[in-house]
């Protein structure tokens, strides 16, 4: 049982752990949704073994709703969550010029999704407040691009 890491048992909502199984052993039973708006449930999210009672692909109580978002990862120092940044330009009528601004937005993220590092682009939907400051959920993690050329990135 390596997903129990934590003090509590870890379970998933409504699956029966301790179905008895005469001469077959079983894999558990797996509990996960599709989010909706185009996004495929991950992987990781179907055949894992994590449980995470905040992801939106494995929990029944975090549905995905009003605005989808998308930004850059700038911090994952904290435990299953991160910052992202996104920028945006504001327009100075006195001067008929922009200038930039930047937000940073908390997002949750799912064990789902391995290896997320610094300069990232992740798209975010909104949910139901999960702490003091996380009001989203990562839904897709697109990975930054090497390249030695000069390319177009989105921020």
């Known amino acids: ?78 435990k299953r969550t991160l910052i992202i940044r996104r920028e945006y330009l504001h327009y100075i009528k006195k001067y008929n010029r922009y200038e930039k601004r930047h937000k940073n937005l908390a997002a949750h993220v799912s064990p789902a999704f391995i290896g997320i590092q610094l300069g990232d682009v992740v798209t975010v939907g909104q949910c139901r407040p999960l702490a003091k400051t996380v009001r989203f959920n990562v839904l897709k993690v697109t990975k930054k691009t090497e390249g030695g050329s000069k390319q177009f990135t989105k921020f």
């Open 1 to 78: 049982m390596a997903e129990q890491t934590e003090k509590a048992f870890q379970k998933q909502i409504g699956i029966f752990q301790n179905a008895k199984l005469i001469g077959k052993k079983k894999a558990a039973p797996r509990w996960y949704k599709d989010v909706g708006l185009g996004f495929k449930t991950p992987r990781e999210a179907i055949e894992g073994h994590y449980i995470d009672k905040k992801c939106p692909f494995t929990s029944a109580s975090v549905s995905i709703r009003g605005r989808i978002l998308s930004g850059v990862v700038v911090s994952t120092k904290m």
